[in-house]
């Protein structure tokens, strides 16, 4: 990571697009708690879309991430990693929900069967 004041001049020179994502935790207005959803799928026909990461505690807590706003391609036995945030966090994980969504009206429901997937905290990276 890098501090805040001095991110622009360590990666503004590489040439290549860069993507930087801030680490702002529970520091009010910007609470977000970063995961990295790792996911390995097995349909035979390429699926694009979206999903929505659900996690909930023992006593029932419930946390929902922020749906992300590119689609993603999920093509069989390939891995896709996807940057998901929560509003607030969940220290001891019970149960993790994923709901796919192709955002389309028109047209039938698509499902998307998971082969394998792990959900890291990049905010504590040894969850």
């Not at 622009?8 to 020179?13: M, Q, R, T």
């Not at 220290?91 to 998307?112: D, H, V």
Request: charged share 25%.
């Amino acid at each position: 990571g890098y501090h805040a004041d001095r991110w622009k001049k360590l990666l503004i020179p590489y040439s290549s697009p860069t993507k930087a994502y801030f680490d702002t935790s529970d520091k009010d207005p910007f609470c977000m708690y970063n995961y990295l959803l790792d996911i390995t799928t097995w349909n035979k026909s390429i699926r694009r879309g979206f999903i929505k990461v659900k996690i909930i505690d023992n006593a029932g807590n419930t946390v929902e991430s922020q749906i992300n706003s590119e689609a993603s391609t999920f093509q069989q036995y390939k891995r896709v990693k996807i940057l998901t945030g929560f509003h607030q966090d969940i220290e001891k994980i019970a149960k993790i929900s994923l709901t796919f969504s192709t955002k389309t009206l028109i047209g039938p429901k698509k499902k998307l069967r998971i082969l394998q997937m792990k959900l890291k905290s990049l905010n504590n990276p040894k969850r």
